[in-house]
């Protein structure tokens, strides 16, 4: 295996579903953008069923034929972010008190896993690009805890926004890094 093919996340078959996921998130990150005044309620139940798809698709890639290399953290995440997902729509109320700490604590679940990414991928070529997504995911979610914490919902929904088209470039960006190689016609192991 040479470390310019290392990847903490594995590869994977199914990384189209990923970066469909990725774009899914963008477009939603771009809609509330520009249509804020939809209301953070129905926001947060949007972002919600995008969760629950996102955690979906997660767990269909770690449970796929020939899972990839980093599975556990393909079902940590799924789980989290489907069981985000089902409180978000199961209460519009609880959904509106609570949407700044969930995605605090996805996005710093996240962030964290990129940066135990790039530590254990510190001799490829682009370990770093996983390093600076990593701190940006913690800091986004350090800044909905504050934003939580003072319930500003305009600001929360600035950085929902800008935090929903980063992840969703962010995923795609993943997507990318656990396509499979082409030139071997299978999965790397």
């Known amino acids: 295996m040479s470390l310019t093919k290392f990847n903490f996340l594995g590869y994977s078959k199914s990384w189209w579903l990923v970066l469909l996921a990725g774009i899914l998130m963008v477009i939603c990150g771009f809609a509330y953008w520009f249509w804020p005044s939809a209301g953070f309620a129905i926001a947060s139940q949007i972002f919600g069923w995008v969760l629950i798809l996102v955690g979906i698709v997660q767990l269909i890639v770690a449970a796929g034929p020939r899972y990839p290399k980093g599975w556990g953290w393909w079902i940590a995440g799924g789980m989290i972010d489907m069981f985000i997902g089902f409180l978000m729509v199961r209460s519009i109320m609880l959904s509106e008190m609570v949407f700044p700490y ?21 001799k490829g070529k ?64």
């Open 102 to 122: 969930f995605l605090a604590l996805i996005f710093l679940y996240w962030g964290i896993t990129m940066i135990i990414s790039s530590v254990n991928g510190h």
């Open 126 to 189: 682009y370990w770093w690009l996983y390093l600076v997504n990593g701190i940006l995911l913690m800091l986004i979610g350090f800044f909905f805890i504050e934003a939580g914490w003072v319930q500003n919902m305009m600001m929360v929904s600035f950085l929902t926004s800008l935090a929903f088209i980063y992840w969703g470039f962010s995923i795609c960006m993943v997507a990318y890094d656990i396509k499979p190689a082409a030139d071997n016609g299978g999965l790397e192991k």
